[in-house]
């Protein structure tokens, strides 16, 4: 019995005080929470949107009437190559005078492209209203288009009316011209708002294309040389204007707005409200951390929000 005593005084000994004994002898890691600076420099904005896209055949062209009345003459059949400006039909109405008498109206409906003729259905004695469709002509030509995310919209407010394409798997890269964004019908808008609006451009006739497939379009915003820059991670917005933490010669920070003209998606150029050399926070205080940001070699992202040490 009194081996069993020693053996559970000396258990109790060491779970009650083990411990205690050594705590002080014990060394805990640290890690020294720091802000990350950045001291302003110059350097080349080059605001080049990269997209992956993909080609189609041009949308067809509608056929307007251009007078309410009766289909008198049909000069083509569907399926017929027409040109510009061809005539498709002739149009009659009557119609009544400014001085009360009747009279006969006619016009005659041209082709508003060129291709092919489609859903052409009008036959003599068949009747349209103004506007209505009689046909379309799908022109022998192909787009390429692809989804801009909303919010690299600022990045092309100056509304650039080229891209420069390459087809995966295809010919050399291309420039395509008569660019445009469009924008969803308020029908399509929640659609668009999980994506975004199309930027859209025709192939050149002498590029070989087939409906289907994938390109990487490239929409150059513009480029600024030797200007001065500084990170977006910096920077409480990223269009027009923006803020800044300033970092003052005691330590302190204080809130600057700053203009700002390109950006690359990674840096953006500070027109106004800073100087070459200035030292601001690298990093918004308490902003979220994207995905694919890059983050200096002692920096991590926690619950979202950057960290440094």
Known sequence: MLIFGVIAAALVKFAFFGDALNAE?????????????????????????????????????????TLSGEVREVAVSAGQSVKKGQE??????????????????????????????????????????????????????????????????????????????????????????????????????????ATGPTVSCTVPSDVVVFPGLTADITIAGGIAED????????????????????????GTTELREVVLGLNDGVNVEVVSGLEVGDTILQFVPGAEAGDDEVLPDNCFKEADEVVCY
């Open 227 to 250: 200007v001065m820059m500084v990170p977006i991670t910096a920077v409480e917005g990223v269009a027009g204007t923006g803020n800044v933490h300033f970092i003052m010669p005691d």
């Open 88 to 193: 498709i039909l002739k149009l009659r109405a009557e119609v009544v005078n400014p001085d009360g008498t009747s009279g006969t109206q006619w016009k005659i409906v041209e082709a508003p492209a060129s291709g092919k003729l489609t859903d052409f259905t009008a036959l003599v004695g068949s009747s349209f209203q103004v506007g209505s469709p009689v046909g379309n002509v799908a022109p022998p030509s192909y787009i390429v288009s692809g989804t801009v995310p909303s919010e690299q919209l600022y990045r092309l407010v100056d509304r650039p009316t080229e891209a420069t394409v390459a087809i995966n798997g295809g010919p050399a890269p291309f420039t395509c011209t008569g660019l445009s964004i469009t924008f969803a019908s308020a029908s399509d808008a929640g659609a668009e708002a």
């Open 25 to 65: 002898s014990l060394e805990y890691p640290t890690v020294a929470i720091e802000e990350q600076h950045y001291q302003v420099a110059t350097g080349t904005i080059t605001n080049d949107v990269e997209l992956t896209g993909s080609i189609a055949a041009a949308a067809p062209a509608p056929i307007p009437a």
